[in-house]
């Protein structure tokens, strides 16, 4: 079956007004497919690390995966290789539900070894884009990229990323939006100094997925920042 594919206010998509604080990145509209319901009725967390993740890393990104995906929980990620693939792979091997929010427009696959996996996702459960068909795909749209997944995320997992990740660029960009940033308790044996920088600024370490379960809101319900 091929995908179809539609276009909507970011308002249409998260089923609520955006707030100033969320509004001044957010795109003017997104390019969806797939069969997920609109607006979102479940929790999403987005799971994000390296391209070039340790076996560690993958196999902790998928239990985290494993774990939310049991409770209901949406898994949104970037569709980039290694934690992202592992994350949205998880999802959907525990009957799950999983989001992949795309650096490129939707008619075009990177990485191309995720091409089948993108295509799946954008026919079972969906695939979204703020880059129009005829966009030539620039270094910048990833990081543009990042700043969508965080607000259409009620909260970040962040997993074996390096010191300069693409992935760290949504840890500032949930932070700004009040959304709960959490770090991977193994971070923080990487000798990194990031990790412990960002505790101070509101972050918390994740020792079990379960901790987090509690933070997130029912259905149907989303943070509101205060004005």
Same mark, same amino acid.
């Given at each position: 079956?091929? @995908?179809?594919?539609?276009?909507?206010?970011?308002?249409?998509? *998260? %089923?609520? $007004? !955006? #707030?100033?604080?969320?509004?001044?990145?957010?795109?003017?509209?997104?390019?969806?497919?797939?069969?997920?319901?609109?607006?979102?009725?479940?929790?999403?967390?987005?799971?994000?690390?390296?391209?070039?993740?340790?076996?560690?890393?993958?196999?902790?990104?998928?239990?985290?995966?494993?774990?939310?995906?049991?409770?209901?929980v949406i898994i949104v990620s970037g569709l980039a290789r290694g934690v992202d693939t592992a994350a949205h792979m998880? @999802?959907?091997?525990?009957?799950?539900?999983?989001?992949?929010? *795309? %650096?490129? $427009? !939707? #008619?075009?696959?990177?990485?191309?070894?995720?091409?089948?996996?993108?295509?799946?996702?954008?026919?079972?459960?969906?695939?979204?884009?703020?880059?129009?068909?005829?966009?030539?795909?620039?270094?910048?749209?990833?990081?543009?990229?990042?700043?969508?997944?965080?607000?259409?995320?009620?909260?970040?997992?962040?997993?074996?990323?390096?010191?300069?990740s693409g992935a760290l660029s949504q840890r500032w960009e949930t932070l700004r939006l009040a959304r709960p940033l959490?770090?991977?308790?193994?971070?923080?044996?990487?000798?990194?100094?990031?990790?412990?920088?960002?505790?101070?600024?509101?972050?918390?370490?994740?020792?079990?997925?379960?901790?987090?379960?509690?933070?997130?809101?029912?259905?149907?319900?989303?943070?509101?920042?205060?004005s």
């Amino acid at each position: 079956m091929q @995908a179809k594919y539609r276009h909507l206010s970011i308002e249409e998509l *998260l %089923g609520h $007004p !955006l #707030n100033d604080i969320e509004s001044k990145y957010a795109p003017l509209q997104v390019f969806i497919s797939g069969s997920m319901e609109i607006p979102f009725a479940a929790p999403r967390v987005s799971i994000v690390g390296s391209r070039q993740a340790s076996s560690d890393a993958l196999n902790r990104a998928k239990e985290i995966a494993k774990i939310l995906v049991r409770n209901g929980v949406i898994i949104v990620s970037g569709l980039a290789r290694g934690v992202d693939t592992a994350a949205h792979m998880a @999802a959907i091997e525990n009957k799950g539900r999983t989001i992949a929010v *795309l %650096g490129t $427009p !939707l #008619n075009r696959f990177y990485p191309p070894e995720n091409s089948e996996l993108q295509k799946l996702i954008m026919r079972e459960h969906l695939a979204i884009s703020q880059f129009g068909f005829t966009r030539t795909t620039q270094r910048k749209d990833f990081v543009i990229r990042n700043r969508t997944m965080a607000l259409i995320s009620d909260a970040t997992i962040i997993t074996e990323p390096g010191e300069d990740s693409g992935a760290l660029s949504q840890r500032w960009e949930t932070l700004r939006l009040a959304r709960p940033l959490y770090i991977s308790k193994e971070v923080f044996n990487k000798q990194m100094s990031w990790p412990y920088k960002m505790l101070r600024y509101g972050a918390m370490k994740l020792e079990n997925p379960d901790e987090l379960l509690d933070e997130l809101p029912p259905p149907g319900m989303e943070y509101k920042i205060p004005s």
